[in-house]
């Protein structure tokens, strides 16, 4: 930051796997960078994912796609530590390292209804419930594979028993999952991946021959 610039004051988190980047990651991005007035924008593809069963594609090309998927969105910044970072990384930990790197701001984790409803089996929880305000966009019950694009059910948030603030965004119904199956089917050409992902990402997941085995 140049000096004598002010600092920002309301800081924005929002981690995933990112493989790959989405739409409805950058609807979401769009969204609180809007309706919480950040300054700033963290958009943190993870290391190791201790929450996830399957093995990532490598972090190269997922750091890579969230550069072409967000980098066009002011006061976006593509944060590379939680990969550099040795052995599992933790939410917790990254924020606790934000409101070092930003005293006196307000923090706020960016998440989809998901992981809202799973947000209790994350390691030190209430860790991040402290430092963080949770902001919550709503994601449709059914995110498999074989979820209809056209057709989605809201989650029932009112029964989660957390503090969070709402992110007014309409219903996606968009994976990563499913776009990765949606790419190990044989007939599919990437063109048809542009309702999915942004233009650049589809290319470059064609350049690099990702997602060939979905998983
Ligand atoms: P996968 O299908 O591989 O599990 P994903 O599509 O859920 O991936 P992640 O990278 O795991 O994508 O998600 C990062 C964050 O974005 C999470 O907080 C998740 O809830 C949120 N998110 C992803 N897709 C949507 C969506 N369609 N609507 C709202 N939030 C979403």
Redesign the pocket.
Known sequence: MKPGAASPQRVGM??????PP?W??RA?AETALQQLGLDVLHILPTGYAWH?TRVLSPAVDRVAMCHLAFDDLARVKIDEREIQRQGPSYTADTLHELRREYPGAQLFL??????LLSFRTWVRWQEVLDLATLAV????TN?GADAPLDHAVETDLSQVGLPFDRLD?P????????V?ARLGQAAQSTSTLEVLVPEAVASYISTHHLYQNPT
């Open positions: 929002f981690g995933g796997a990112f493989d989405h409805a990651h979401l996830k960016i998440l989809g209804a998901d992981q966009a709503n994601r449709a995110i965004m219903l996606k119904n968009i994976s990563a999952t499913a990765r």
